[in-house]
């Protein structure tokens, strides 16, 4: 009993409460209104002002905004107050300044102003806090003002007394210890975090049943455990897919010549052509172009391992200058004279720190305020649609390469674990139907992302106070982003909705689940983190229905190839400008597709009723009189 | 010039003459119809052929190829596919058919061979053999034609040359011998002048229509004077004019002078809530004014609400036409990607040059124009005056727009067409000049119409389930728009429409000796065919293509309520005596103002009447109001984040529909401008035949599942099983991919929201009209025949006639 209360706070209440029956269609306008705040999609949310900071968590504020005379939050397991502040003022860009109370707990700040009606509710789960400044007091009435900079594109500005204790710490000064639980010498709430869902989250993906799935091992590849210990690299997981051909031995000596130890393995096989993606960072070459005969004779293998084709692709990630320079850091490229039959791409996709400053100054662009008429050259000159655009190109080129010219690609960048990941996701996601389910986009995001190592610990910075570290950059994100243009040229081709991705962006700040903690699979195993956390995917599976796009169709064995011209990319309004309530859509599409779907299971489950009836009835009746049993139909037609 | 004209006609006859009567002559004998199974229109001749022929097929077609035989007439280029059903030899002639374009809407003639592409003009010879044929036209398509390797060369080069020479470059002159190669057969006079009406609009051309809109409306006080009957008024003015009761014809007569063009203030639409809109020109200040007019002119603008009159002027934020036509003009070079020039705009630079064109920004200007006049009538009880230079450009977008936010029957397709009747077609708007149809006149075009649609896009693609039309239909008129066929284009005026119509009968007379002055040598001699109005769609859209105009909306709401009777008591309770108007303020830039001038004969000093009627009449305009004013601005701009949850659409259909209107939210209309983008065709994938829409599964599923229902008692159902209708579908289909909205079409169905919660499924089917409920039909299987008799019975009421 305990453990479906608890579920029904998460966010299947509504659901459960919503029989898909004919009755609740016909009066959807109405009860879509109603239901909007706990819905959580932007699609949904009716309630002007705080229809985005709904979204940023599970919907225990849903219950908080419906008995809005009831003061606390509902808090989530082992969720503590700290700290407790009234007559603070937030300064909405959008609706002006608030006063309300302040609430922090180890996961969130809750703020609440009642004075309007619907009163006004922001909930910010700390880990989306990427920096707090105290902004001068110069105010002459005495206030003190915190900036709260976010790190899911948005900035929050708050205002209180000075205090007249000066023993008493602002409640700021609180809100900063566990916003950077990592740097303070605390745990992160996930660690705290105990909720119980029916499906359990870690056990979605396994290496070896995802090779399996593939058809590995297979005559020309073979599961090795070679790195089981993280011995061989402390950067990959313990099960690797590598050509059969290749010991274990010779593994290791090709391990010395890849940075990082991060040799190539196989991400993806094609079914049929038995064309590979595989993965790995840049050759040691150097200055002095260092040549590695066992690596040479591993990409043989790998090209060997593909009967149709006699050439190999590699494809480099980065611009061609950028390599060249890393050849000053003992890195580099792969040479064509070392490796002869391999045709070396250069893709053109920019490091992290381009990537960084590119999402700042589309941040700067769309919050708080947009420049109408100079919108699209302000979104041009950040850049980060071309960027999008190059990333998806080259995976466009990637899937190209593997599906119509049946040839196999390596893909690697400096470290093979940014540009490297968004690449060889990407293609697999259009090339593999399967990924583009609900369970396998889990299970893609399991494997190129979390267990080779995309360092999530560095990039987010979970925890961490260290604004300006120079590791932190979007990558992530912006491989969602192309995920959700895939989405949007392919509209039925993927089984999970806009909200999905959104919920996986906001649950990577929130720290709330396990899932994007550490930098790799070693570092989780040390953490005993599928032990002492909850899936991301436990909170998302157990509601599917939230999730799931009402559309999709399984195109399993469809390629998808998008178009990556920047005529048909779009910025991703429903991700970076969501907080902006004047950009809230206007119609809940959503909801209304959702309804359908439950219609037709509704009629479905009639006629199937139905036809046992008259199986049942004719069976019975059939031995009287045969086959007259005509009044059968009749409830079909007044019931539809 | 007619002379010119009909000559070129004639030359173009006889040179095709022999050729005509080889390749046609069995076709003639076929009732029209040729060997290869193109359906001529009579006196249509093939001038060319060629077979093997493969056309590209656009997005919203389902992309990939489709082979079939392509043809050359003088009126269009026809393309057969194939497998095309045998055309009914006794069914109406089509115009077009759907795979076919009109040669008068060709811009450009592009051929591309082995490693050239070459523009072919009518003096150019072919040196190589095409292997492809692309045809740009004036609507943004780009349609593509591949030769095949089996097509004789022979026919190739003739037939681009054909098109080449009879594609009609743009010329004066030439529309005329475009259009009699369409319509002038004998046959076809016959046919036109036969067909009907649709009676299920209001094209607000007799007195009975716009009473007949009057009372839709709700809207008293008003009253329909033929004042203008004859023209005599104003040139530009509709026969008909809605003016307020209390104006005796004779005092009306007066007011004319008074403002541009004769242009007076008109009613046009009353808001439920009780605001009536007009439209005017602007005031020829240099008139003198006579105390009786002044009250007249005020009567006139005040209408029957005395309290409030607001002015919106529409110069001053909005585009002039010269911007228009300029910012299109770099739209369709940015967006039509040319292959003959290869000049393509860099993709890194797209969103700055696509911010460049200004086209979006006209579009965010005029939405928020209507949606401060929609906020403003919002209010109640007000006269909002539309006010331009010459009324017929920016005002025919402002009012139409506002009544498509605030009015549902303006968001059905027989709505709408009525809309863009009353307040474009009749009201003057110069479509024969903007269109600039035989390119005499380019200093006057400028695509105002086409700028409208665009606004009704963005109003439709963010408010998709709340439109009965589609954006298919929009298109439809976006494209129509470029077709010089149709009288409702191809005249400035009703004056000039009607003058054109009047030709066609035999016994024309001037009534009362009058000429046209503006034409003295047109008589009625001049063969010109009759030109059939744009809303007639069967002439050139097959019934598929037309139930694609159309989606399942939740009924708009019951009957408009007898909203007069209650809204009447209060006015009377509240009204000043007719003497003394109200207030009047200027809305300029957002901000409400009362300058003394607004009304030249209110305080003008010059005038010594005016200020004894100043003295009498004039009261201050009260200050109070203004801010009562910017309030209901207010709430069009969310900058100020409204209090409360936004007001239920439900509970109040005419809630008009605020178009969101910062950078981010104004989208370029993909369907439309990026039709011909030569880098769309990755689409393609995962649609194919053997993968369905979903929608069109679950119909199929539900079907399975009755079949089975049907096994298990055949003797009562096998009648009732409905058949699938895969044609319905296709639409359907296409959208799956339209990547820019996600499936627009259906969610229509899925919620009724007004419906009774009885019989579940009905109430959205039976809101349809009928060929809407006919594509969705066997969704829900047994219900059909039930329903079908119930949309039946519907429709009119639907249509709001």
Known sequence: ?640 | MLAGSKSTFKVRQMETDIKERLLSQSGMNARGRDVFELRCLPGECVLQRAVMVRKKLTASEGRGWLSGTLFCTHFRVAFVPQDAPKADDNADPILLGDHDVALASIEKVVVVGPNRTKLVTPNSSLKFTPEELVLYCRDLRVVCFLFDRLTPDAQVIEITHAIAKTYQPLKPGSVLSFQNAALGSVEMKQFLSNRRRDAHMNWHESAADWQRELERCGATGWRVSSVNDRFEMSTSLPRFIVVPQKVLDTELKKSFAHFNDGRIPRWCWRHPRGSDLLRMASFQNNIYHEKDDIRNLELILFGCHSSLCVVVELGEELPSTADIQLAHGRLRALCLGDISTSVTVPDDKWLSTLEGTHWLDYTRWCLKKASEVACLLRGGHMTVALQEAEDRDLSCVVSSLVQVMCDPHCRTRRGFQSLVQKEWVTAGHRFYSRGNYHRDNDKEEAPVFLLFLDCVWQLWSRYPSRFQLSDDFLLALHDSAHLPLFSSFLANSQRERSRGSQNLGQCYTPVNGWRDPLHPDSGPEPPDPPLPPVWDWSLRYSERRQAGFTQPVPPASAPRPTLNGNLNADLEAGKPSDASPGSVFLLSRGVFSCPANLLPWRGGVGSGISGVYRKSHRRAPSSESVPGLERLLRARSLTEAPSGPPPDPVQDPYEPLLPLLMGPCVGLWKECYHRGALHAQAFSHPLSANHRHPVELLGREVQRLQERLARACPASSSAETPRPRPAGFADLNHNANNGTFLFPRHHGSASPPKAPPAPSAAPALAAAPKENANKHTFLFGHATDARLGRANSKVPKSNGS
């Open chain 1, 1 to 640: 009993m305990e453990k479906t209360g608890s579920i029904d706070s998460l966010g299947s209440k509504q659901s459960s409460s919503r029989h898909p029956s004919v009755d609740s269609l016909s009066s959807s306008e109405r009860s879509t209104q109603v239901k909007a705040p706990s819905c959580m999609l932007s699609e949904t949310t009716t309630s002007a002002e705080f229809s985005p900071e709904i979204r940023v968590k599970p919907k225990t504020q849903a219950k908080v905004l419906r008995d809005s005379d009831k003061e606390e939050t509902q808090l989530l397991p082992n969720e503590v107050v700290q700290d407790m502040a009234q007559d603070v003022t937030y300064f909405c860009p959008f609706t002006g300044a608030l006063r309300g109370i302040v609430t922090v707990s180890n996961y969130r700040l809750f703020f609440k102003c009642m004075d309007r009606e619907p009163s006004f509710v922001l909930d910010l789960p700390l880990g989306v806090v990427s920096r707090v400044e105290k902004i001068g007091s110069a105010s002459s009435r005495g206030d003190v003002s915190y900036g709260l900079v976010c790190k899911d594109m948005r900035n929050l500005r708050f205002a209180h007394k000075q205090m007249d204790d000066t023993l008493r710490k602002s409640i700021f000064e609180v809100l900063m210890k566990f916003a950077f639980p990592v740097s303070n010498g605390l745990q992160i709430f996930a660690f705290e975090y105990g909720q119980v869902f029916p499906e359990n989250g870690w056990k979605v993906y396994d290496a070896v049943s995802e090779y399996k799935r593939q058809g590995i091992p297979n005559e020309s590849w073979r599961i090795t455990k070679v790195n089981d210990h993280y011995e061989l690299c402390d950067t990959y997981p313990s099960t690797m897919a590598v050509p059969v051909h290749i010991p274990d031995e010779e593994l290791k000596r090709v391990a010395a010549f890849r940075a990082k130890g991060r040799i190539p393995v196989l991400s993806w096989i094609h079914p049929e052509s038995q064309a590979t993606v595989t993965r790995c960072s840049q050759p040691m070459v150097g200055v002095n172009g260092k040549r590695s005969k066992e690596d040479e004779k591993y990409l043989q293998a790998i090209m060997d391992a593909n009967a149709q084709s006699h050439k190999l692709f590699i494809f480099d990630a980065r611009p061609i200058v950028n390599a060249a320079a890393n050849k000053m850091k003992g890195g580099g490229y792969e040479s064509e004279d070392a490796y002869q039959n391999a045709e070396l791409v250069f893709l053109d996709i920019h490091n992290i720190h381009v990537m960084r400053e590119s999402l700042r100054k589309l941040k700067d662009i769309v919050y708080p305020n947009i420049e109408d008429s100079h919108w699209l050259s302000n979104l041009e000159s950040t850049h980060w649609l071309e960027h999008i655009k190059l990333i998806l190109a080259g995976a466009l080129r990637i899937a190209d390469k593997v599906e119509s010219g049946k040839t196999s690609v390596v893909v690697h960048c400096s470290d093979g674990w940014d540009r490297t990941a968004q690449l060889t996701s990407l293609a697999v996601l259009m090339l593999d139907g399967y990924y583009r389910t609900i369970r396998g986009f889990q299970v893609l995001l399991e494997k190129e992302w979390l267990s080779f190592g995309h360092r999530f610990q560095l990039r987010i910075g979970h925890g961490d106070k260290n604004h300006t570290d120079a590791d932190r950059s979007p990558v992530f994100i912006q491989f969602v982003d192309c995920v959700w243009q895939l989405t949007r040229q392919f509209p039925a081709a993927f089984e999970f909705n806009e909200y999905f991705l959104v919920t996986i962006l906001d649950h990577l700040y929130s720290c709330l689940f396990g899932t994007f903690l550490c930098n790799s699979e070693q570092q989780r195993l040390k953490e005993e983190i599928p032990k002492r956390t909850v899936s991301l995917w436990s909170y998302i599976n157990s509601q599917l229905e939230e999730f799931t796009n009402p559309l999709y169709v399984n195109f399993s064995n469809h390629v998808l190839f998008p178009v990556v011209s920047l005529r048909h990319l779009e910025l991703w309004v429903g991700y970076y400008i969501r907080w902006n309530p004047r950009m809230r859509p206007q119609e809940p599409v959503h909801q209304r597709h959702k309804e359908l779907l439950a219609k037709r299971a509704e009629l479905q489950k009639r006629v199937d009723e139905l036809q046992r009836e008259v199986t049942n009835r004719s069976a019975s009746s059939s031995s009287e009189r045969a086959g007259s049993p005509t009044r059968s139909i009749t409830p079909v037609q007044t019931f539809v």
